[in-house]
């Protein structure tokens, strides 16, 4: 880690933090986003996601440990990092007793977007974000999507490389989630921002990151692309339906190169196997040559909620409303909106 960082990176070498001297809420974690990455960072409450994007922010500094953003080190020049990057918090900042334009209008003068260039940046984010209409409306009138997206566009009115999300869709439904991520995709997509965004709803990291770090307890107990997570449980779960019960199909199957494990089940067969997908052709074929009628065949991929119990030994706790089935349909949404550009 150091000056060799590429641009647009971040990179966390042993970051801990420790309030008060008592509270050690953030164990010596290390990682390395590349440049134009949507990263993720999941965790249950309490797990230590809002201390370290406030180390990576500059907004706190570490107890030991250093970082790189965008190639600049954190603790050597704050500043010039502030500058370099956007934060959406956690916790709403969007005035509300200013109007939408005003907020964008303010965060461009923090930032020191040129004068001459305000005007369009400003109309041209409230046009993206879907609040043109209600530019000039006090921001306290918005809905809780709308003041989302709003600070958003706060957070990237001066086009930083590196954006910092953390927990933006807390309390949001599933339209405004679908919503808010397709506008960062598309951002980023246009500006090859760097995106690291903290969330405890998985099933929606999932869907948005190209890889993720779980830390509990202050500490990364697993990390790498949401699909290498699923994989290291040892796979997927295939399940075969023969038209009539068959005692020896798990035997026959289990000889399917792939196939990690074959148990019979309530008259059909489940079977664990790495690469599901590739695998099902194989093994219809295979049942096919012993004469083995199908009723039908499923897959089913196994999920980072899975992954949190494997390498914690507890259940993640959703507790925020949102089924299963809300947040394959969002995430299905927004996959659609994006038309398979990513
Ligand atoms: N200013 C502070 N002083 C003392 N302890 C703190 C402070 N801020 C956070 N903590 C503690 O540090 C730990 C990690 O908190 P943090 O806010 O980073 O977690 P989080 O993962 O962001 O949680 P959430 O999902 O609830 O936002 C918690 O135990 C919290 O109580
Ligand atoms: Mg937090």
Not at 217 to 237: C, N, Q, S, Y
Not at 281 to 308: H, M, N, T, Y
Request: with cysteine; hydrophobic share 40%; glycine share 12%.
């Amino acid at each position: 880690m150091g000056a060799k960082d590429p641009a647009g990176s971040i990179v966390a070498g042993e970051l801990t933090k420790t309030y008060n001297g008592t509270v050690r809420a953030v164990r010596g974690v290390s990682f390395a986003v590349r440049p134009g990455e949507v990263y993720g960072f999941l965790g249950p409450n309490g797990a230590g996601k809002t201390t370290t994007v406030s180390m990576l922010s500059a907004g706190l500094r570490p107890t030991s440990g250093r970082a790189t953003v965008d190639g600049v080190d954190v603790g050597a020049e704050p500043d010039t990092v502030k500058r370099r990057i956007g934060v959406v918090f956690q916790e709403s900042t969007a005035d509300g007793d200013l109007t939408g334009r005003e907020n964008l209008e303010l965060a461009a003068a923090l930032y020191s977007v040129p004068r001459n260039e305000v005007r369009s940046r400003v109309d041209g984010l409230l046009e993206r974000m879907q609040i043109g209409d209600a530019a000039d409306r006090l921001a306290k009138t918005y809905s809780g999507g709308m003041r989302r997206r709003l600070e958003l566009a706060a957070g990237i009115v001066h086009s930083p490389r590196v954006l910092f999300l953390d927990e933006p869709t807390l309390g949001l439904d599933p339209q405004g989630r679908a919503g808010f991520w397709k506008y960062v995709l598309e951002l980023r997509q246009e500006h090859q921002m760097t995106v690291f965004v903290t969330t405890h709803y998985l099933e929606e990291a999932d869907g948005m990151c190209e890889r993720v770090a779980i830390i509990d307890h202050g500490t990364i107990v697993a990390a790498g692309t949401p699909g290498e997570l699923k994989d290291r449980l040892g796979g997927d779960i295939v399940t075969v339906r023969p038209s009539v019960p068959n005692p020896s199909l798990a035997e026959l199957l289990a000889q399917v190169p792939g196939v990690v494990a074959a148990v019979a089940q309530d008259g059909s067969c489940r079977l664990k196997c790495t690469n599901g997908e590739a695998l099902v052709p194989e093994i219809v074929a295979a049942c096919v040559r012993a004469g083995v009628g199908l009723q039908g065949v499923s897959l089913k991929r196994p999920s980072l909620d899975e992954v949190f119990l494997e390498f914690t030994g507890r259940e993640f706790r959703e507790d925020e409303g949102l089924s299963a089935t809300d947040r394959a349909v969002m995430v299905g949404r927004v996959r659609q909106q994006l038309g398979g550009r990513r």
